[in-house]
């Protein structure tokens, strides 16, 4: 699809347990973007990749938090030892970046809904 | 964090015009104003951005305030299908992310 994709779509897990949600850009963004939404809340930015720059990961509330992206694509957000407080739909986000990081708009895929039991 | 401050709810008829209001008191001269919009269910889909100058598409109109610290949302004909959260948000100056607060919930009567 052109979309942003996003897997899986829901996701349940153990509390403790390690979880890996994975993200696929719309072909040629550069910018790639994950945001955090609990129930009822805002979205609550977590990282921010650009090109080949440094990401921007100060939106990242623990250090069982990380995220990667390889070959300037893909992403995967991991969450290690998952904890209840970790339960939200994690969504996530591509845009043209670049000369357009200011303008061009962010396309989002459907998110991953995560609960911690 | 660049801040904006909306109302929690607002609610209009169908066929009738909605102003959705925002403050950004905290913007600077280079950052955009963005508008999404999130449907139940769905990830947040982009509405309209701009800078300095009103703006219009197929979608809403945005009216930007002179001192740039408040911009208005306009749909001009609500429709049931409008009915979804309003975010507000402009991207930081130095780097290209946005700052989503809790939006605006929009409720259309019919």
């Known amino acids: 699809g052109a979309g942003v994709s996003q897997s899986p779509s829901n996701k349940v897990t153990e509390k403790g347990k390690d979880v890996e949600l994975r993200c696929d850009p719309i072909?040629?963004?550069?910018?790639l973007y994950w945001y955090r939404q609990s129930l009822g809340q805002g979205l609550e930015f977590l990282i921010y990749?650009?090109?080949?720059?440094?990401?921007?990961k100060s939106g990242l509330p623990s250090d069982r938090f990380s995220a990667e992206r390889t070959g300037g694509s893909v992403s995967t957000l991991t969450i290690q030892r998952t904890q209840q407080e970790d339960s939200a739909v994690y969504l996530c986000?591509?845009?043209?970046?670049?000369?357009?990081?200011?303008?061009?708009?962010?396309?989002f895929g459907e998110g991953s809904r995560l609960t911690v039991l | 964090d660049a801040k904006t401050t909306q109302p929690n709810s607002m609610e209009s008829n169908e066929e009738e015009p909605v102003h959705l209001p925002c403050n950004h008191s905290t913007i600077s001269g280079t950052d955009y104003i963005h508008w999404y919009r999130q449907l139940p269910s769905q990830g947040p889909e982009y509405v309209i951005h701009?800078?300095?100058s009103n703006v219009n598409n197929r979608m809403a109109s945005l009216a930007i305030a002179e001192d740039r610290k408040s911009s208005t949302l306009i749909l001009h004909r609500a429709t049931l299908r409008d009915a979804a959260v309003y975010y507000c948000?402009?991207?930081?100056?130095?780097?290209?992310?946005?700052?989503f607060g809790r939006g605006t919930q929009l409720t259309v009567w019919p």
């Open positions: 072909s040629g963004h550069t910018a």
């Open positions: 986000a591509s845009s043209p970046g670049g000369r357009l990081r200011n303008t061009g708009e962010l396309f």
């Open positions: 990749f650009q090109g080949n720059s440094a990401p921007d």
């Open positions: 701009g800078l300095t």
């Open positions: 948000t402009f991207r930081g100056s130095t780097l290209g992310r946005l700052y």
